[in-house]
C-alpha cells in the first residue's frame, strides 16, 4: 500500500457555535468569577451536585438549592497528559485531575499544578491519589471554568 | 429476544493506513468481500445499517448517503447508528433488531472508519462539552488513565503488578496479530520494550496504545428461514446487552463500572451463561488501552475485582490459556473505530463457526464480542454460539 503514489486533498471544516449555557451554568461561572464554588443539592437523594445542576440525573428532579462547596478537597485521579492534538484546549504537559471537593457527592474534573510539570519523575514525587488538594484561582476571571487555575496540594 | 437470528458471513479490509483507497472504495472493499463469501447478491437484501464515529472524524456529515453506493443501500431501508467506540457493536446490534423483529431476513451491517484521514482524539474531544469537561479530558488516554488509577487504587493492586500485567497483554496481543491476515501492526515487541515505551497519558504509554487504522467491516444478519434457504454454517446471536452511563465523568464509579457490568449481565441472561470463564471458549474484548482489558475481565465475570493482572500474568486468557481473549490481535494492534465493535462481532463469529483460520481457538462453540464507547460511556456486548 504505497500511499506516495495517490493523491490526497487537504481540506478543512470551520463552523461557528454560540452554546447557551442556561441559567444554572451562567450563575455556577458567575461564582466562578467572584473565586465561588457553587453546586446545586437534590432534595431527593440528598447528593451536592458540582458543578451546579438544573436538575439531578438520577432522580430526575429540578435541583434548585444552591451550596457554595469547598474549594478544599481530595485528589480521586490524576493523569499526566503528554501529547497534543489538533485544537487541544489545554497546552500540555498538564494533570488531568478527578477532585472530590469536601461536602459533595461527585468527582470535580479539573487540573493539577502549582509545580514544575516538564520533568514526569519530578511530577510523580509530588503528585499521589488521595492527597489534600485546594483551589488557586486566576487573576483573570471571565466567568468561565479556567477561572479555576487549577488545584494545588496541601 | 424476538425469532432466532444469525450471522452467515463476514467481510474485512485489509486494515491499516490506507490511502491507497478513497473513504467509500475501502467501504465497497468489506462489502465485496462479504457477497463473494456468501454467494449473496445486493438483491438479497432487506435493509442495510451502517455506522462511524461523530461526523467530525470522516469530515463529511452522513456518511450513509455518502457510502449508499458503495453498500448498495439504494431503495433499501437504511439506517445509522453512531456510539462513538461502541459504535460497530450498536450497528449489530441495529441489525439484530431487525431480523429478530420480522421486519427483514437479510440484513447487511457495515461499519467503517478512515483514522488516518481525520484526528481521532481531536474528534473524540469534541464528545465533551466546551463549557466545562472538554479542558481537561486529554482524549480518550485520559479518561481510560483516571480509570486505571482508579481500579488500582480501589484494591490496592501494586502499580509494578499492573504494569507488568499491561505489558504482558500488550506483548500476547502483538504476537496475536501475526495470525490475523487483517490486521494492522505487526511488530515484535517484548516486555521492557512496553514498560519503558514514552508516556503517553500516565501509566499509559505508547505500546499500550491501539493505532490509528483505515478499514471497514461487513456482516450479514439472517433468519432462521434464510440459513436453512441458504444452507450456510452460521453463528447464532444468543445473547445481546447494551448500557450507557450518565454524562459527566465525575458522576459515576468506573471502577465497578456499571454499563460494563450490566451490558454483560444482560447478555449472559439471554445466553443462559452463569460462569462466563467456563462456559465462553473466546472473548474478542474491546481493548484500545491495554489496562482497561483487565478492567474489563472483571466487570465481565472473567475472574473476580481486583484480580485481573495475577490472571493475566498466568495466561489465562492468552490463546493456550483457559479463555482466550482477542485471539486477533484485537483493538490494541487495530483500531478503525466505527469498524472496530463490528471487527469484535465478525471475530466471534469466525470463531464460533471454525473459520477463524490461523487464529482459531479449536473447538470454540460460546464467543463474546464487545465494544466500549465515549467518555467511558457506553457498553455493548454481542454472544454468538455454533447452535441455536
Ligand atoms: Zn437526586
Known sequence: MEAKEYKTIKTEIRLPYELAYGATWTRFFEGLKNKTIFGTKCTKCGRILVPA???????????D??????????????CYTNYKYFG???????????????????NFLHLMGGFDLNNFDEVKKIIKSGMKVEAVWSDDRKGHIMDIKYFRPL | ?????????????????????????????????????????????????????????????????????????????????????????????TAYYWVASGMADLV??????????????????????????????????????????MWMDRYNIPEEKIRDAAAFISVTHHDDAFDNPYAHIK??????????ARIITYPVRLLDVCPNSDGACAVIFASKDMVKKLGRKPAWVKG????????????????????????AKQAYDQAGIKDPRKELDVAEVYNPFTFQEMLFYECFGFCEPGESPDMVLKGTFTRK??????????????????????????EAALQVMGKAGDHQVPKAKLALSHAMGGVDQFNGIMILGSKL
Not at chain 1, 65 to 78: D, F, H, K, P, Y
Not at chain 2, 52 to 79: N, R
Not at chain 2, 187 to 196: G, P, Y
Not at chain 2, 321 to 346: F, K, Q, Y
Open chain 2, 187 to 196: 511488530m515484535k515487541v517484548t516486555m521492557d520494550e512496553v514498560k519503558n
Open chain 1, 88 to 106: 487541544m484546549p489545554t497546552e500540555p504537559p498538564f494533570i488531568g485531575s478527578l477532585i472530590r471537593l469536601n461536602g459533595t457527592d461527585v
Open chain 2, 1 to 93: 429476544m424476538g425469532r432466532p437470528v444469525a450471522i452467515i458471513g463476514v467481510g474485512q479490509t485489509k486494515h491499516g493506513r490506507r490511502m491507497d483507497v478513497s473513504y467509500p472504495d475501502l467501504v465497497r472493499e468489506a462489502v465485496v468481500a462479504v457477497f463473494n463469501e456468501t454467494g449473496l447478491t445486493p438483491n438479497d437484501i432487506d435493509g442495510v445499517v451502517s455506522g462511524t464515529m461523530p461526523s467530525m472524524m470522516e469530515g463529511i456529515a452522513l456518511t450513509h448517503f455518502y457510502f449508499a453506493d458503495a453498500m448498495q443501500a439504494a431503495g433499501k431501508p437504511i439506517m445509522k447508528t453512531e456510539t462513538c467506540g461502541s459504535t460497530g457493536v450498536s450497528i449489530a446490534h
Open chain 1, 53 to 63: 445542576r438544573s436538575f439531578c440525573p438520577r432522580c430526575f428532579v429540578d435541583t
Open chain 2, 108 to 149: 447487511l451491517a457495515v461499519g467503517h472508519e478512515k483514522m488516518n484521514e481525520g484526528n481521532s482524539q481531536a474528534t473524540m474531544t469534541t464528545v465533551a462539552e466546551p463549557f466545562y469537561q472538554r479542558y481537561f479530558i486529554s482524549g480518550a488516554p485520559g479518561v481510560f488513565s483516571m480509570q486505571s488509577q
Open chain 1, 65 to 78: 438549592e444552591w451550596v457554595e462547596v469547598s474549594q478544599v478537597g481530595t485528589l480521586i485521579a490524576w
Open chain 2, 240 to 263: 445481546v446487552g447494551y448500557r450507557g452511563e450518565e454524562y459527566f465523568f465525575g458522576d459515576s464509579d468506573k471502577v465497578v463500572w456499571e454499563s460494563a457490568i450490566q451490558a
Open chain 2, 321 to 346: 490459556g483457559e479463555l482466550p481473549c482477542d485471539p486477533s490481535g484485537g483493538t490494541l494492534c487495530t483500531n478503525p473505530i466505527g469498524a472496530t465493535g463490528l471487527i469484535r462481532v465478525a
